[in-house]
């Protein structure tokens, strides 16, 4: 069975950085486009970024220019280096593989308060 895990989520402080992982498993992820997704409370999920297989990346406006996302296929994993974090940036965020079927992270949560 595919699986999504998710990690490198915690509590930090505005202004600062955190980078989240994503590691699939039976999955050929080379040829994959994978997403970050987010879910704050009482908000809609947003999609963050996404990165295709031939490295083409896309951000959300409200992550843009403070989050990058990235791959490393011979790791089967996939990250989303966040700097300059700010209080709306917390919720928990989620892996997705743009596959058939699609395949979801458990997600892992970024709190960033002071």
């Known amino acids: 069975q595919v699986q999504l895990v998710e990690s490198g989520g915690g509590l930090v402080q505005p202004g600062g950085s955190l980078r989240l992982s994503c590691t699939a498993s039976?999955?050929?992820?080379?040829?994959?486009?994978m997403r970050w997704y987010r879910q704050a409370p009482g908000k809609e999920r947003e999609l963050v970024a996404s990165i295709t297989s031939g490295d083409s990346t896309t951000y959300a406006d409200s992550v843009k220019g403070r989050f990058t996302i990235s791959r490393d296929n011979t790791k089967n994993t996939v990250y989303l280096q966040m700097n300059s974090l700010k209080p709306e940036d917390t919720a928990v965020y989620i892996c997705?593989?743009?596959?058939?079927?699609?395949?979801w992270g458990q997600g892992t949560r970024v709190t960033v308060s002071s």
């Open positions: 039976r999955i050929v992820f080379s040829g994959v486009t």
């Open positions: 997705n593989s743009r596959t058939y079927p699609t395949y």
